[in-house]
Each structure stands twice: as structure tokens, then as C-alpha cells.
């Protein structure tokens, strides 16, 4: 009975032993990893702090040249003549009825007839002659409209454009 239980004793001695040694050798390889692992994770903070850094400075530069920009562009507007607005005109609405043109298509019958022809293009210049003078009424109001000035351009008649 003591022979038997030495060498049970012998066994799980040799089984406690080698156990041991496992648990050493994943004791170190994880320890080993761990110390990778957190170099990389360190290098990687490196990186990304450094790369921080340069994308601040490019968006310092950037707003830089944004400004560099603007003031390029304001004395190119002085030298052309153009005023810089710096304040949000006002625009005065435009009643939509006045906008609207009665312009009726003739019936085919009546294209021939000469009287209904000639009403037709009295009728039209009489729209046309409207709407030039609510152009220039605007235009008189909003002087910077560009949009004012291209339509009192195109529209012809008018004396102040």
C-alpha cells in the first residue's frame, strides 16, 4: 500500500512539476506578447499624435490661404471697380401678378387676319413695356442686382441702364 501511494505521490509530483512548467512558458508568452502588444500600441499613439499635429497645422495653413484668398479677392473687386458688399442687401419682394404675361395663343383660323395679328403685337409690347418698367423700378431700389442688371440689359428701351 506505500509503494502505491509513492508512486501515485511520484506521479502527480512529476504531473504538479510539469504543470508548472506549462504554466511558466504561458506565463512568458503571454508576458512577451503583452510587451509587444503595448510597443505597438505606443508606436501607434505616436503616429496618430503626430499626424494630429500635421493635420492642425495644414488646417492652420488652410485658414491662411482662405484669408490670403479673401483679401486677393476684395482688391481684385476694388481694382475692377466693384464695390465689396459686405451687408446683406434687402431685396424688395415683386407682387407675382405684376410678373405674369397675358400672352393668349391666336386660333389658327384668325393667324391670317391682319387686325387680330396687329392687337396681338400691341398686346404683347404692352406686356413687354410692363414689364420694363417694373425692371427698372427694381432696379432703381437694388442698383447691386446683377441679375437686375442683365435682365435691363437684354430687355432694351431703357434710358437709365
Not at 508512486?7 to 512558458?25: D, I
Not at 400672352?103 to 391670317?112: D, M, N, W
Amino acid at each position: 500500500l506505500n509503494i502505491e501511494l509513492d508512486h501515485k505521490v511520484t506521479k502527480l509530483v512529476a504531473k504538479n512539476k510539469h504543470l508548472k512548467q506549462t504554466y511558466k512558458q504561458l506565463y512568458d508568452s503571454i508576458k512577451s506578447s503583452r510587451v509587444r502588444s503595448k510597443e505597438q500600441c505606443d508606436d501607434l499613439i505616436n503616429k496618430v499624435n503626430i499626424k494630429s499635429t500635421e493635420v492642425s497645422n495644414l488646417n492652420a495653413s488652410l485658414q491662411e490661404q482662405v484669408l490670403v484668398i479673401t483679401a486677393l479677392k476684395e482688391q481684385l473687386n476694388k481694382l475692377k471697380g466693384k464695390a465689396v458688399l459686405t451687408e446683406a442687401v434687402s431685396l424688395n419682394p415683386i407682387d407675382p401678378d405684376l410678373l405674369k404675361v397675358d400672352v393668349a395663343p391666336l386660333v389658327p383660323k384668325l393667324r391670317k387676319n391682319r387686325t387680330t395679328h396687329t392687337d396681338y403685337i400691341r398686346h404683347t409690347q404692352y406686356e413687354a413695356a410692363k414689364l420694363r418698367e417694373i425692371i427698372e423700378s427694381e432696379r432703381l431700389l437694388s442698383p447691386l442686382n446683377t441679375s437686375l442688371d442683365y435682365a435691363c440689359k437684354y430687355s432694351g428701351g431703357f434710358k437709365s441702364c
